[in-house]
């Protein structure tokens, strides 16, 4: 079992930033890739940006050049720094976890952006 925790999202004024957080603990391998994702009322849940513990990347388009994506292994914690932020980047982020023992999700933590 692994165990996510977000922590981070808010309310920000639009062109504004912020930095999601997740701890992961839990019986976790050296591989894995983590990940955000976001979801608005009515939509499917979306692909934001991953990770691997080897610090590849990769982004949607609509974070690229405005979200940064880390990790720092020794504490099994991944960030997501997000600058620029605009109102259609509303919605709750979840963090994403794959590898062994398997794939997990968090709660999810809101980020709203106001116009």
């Known amino acids: 079992q692994v165990q996510l925790v977000e922590s981070g999202g808010g309310l920000v004024q639009a062109g504004g930033s912020l930095r999601l957080s997740c701890a992961a603990s839990g019986s976790i391998f050296s591989i894995n890739t983590m990940g955000w994702y976001r979801q608005v009322p009515g939509k499917q849940r979306e692909f934001v940006a991953t990770?691997?513990?080897?610090?590849?990347?990769m982004y949607a388009d609509s974070a690229k050049g405005r979200f940064t994506i880390s990790r720092d292994n020794n504490k099994n914690t991944m960030y997501l720094q997000m600058s620029s932020l605009k109102p259609e980047d509303t919605a709750v982020y979840y963090c994403?976890?794959?590898?062994?023992?398997?794939?997990?999700w968090g709660q999810g933590t809101q980020v709203t952006v106001s116009s």
């Open positions: 990770i691997t513990t080897s610090f590849t990347t």
């Open positions: 994403n976890f794959r590898g062994k023992p398997g794939n997990y």
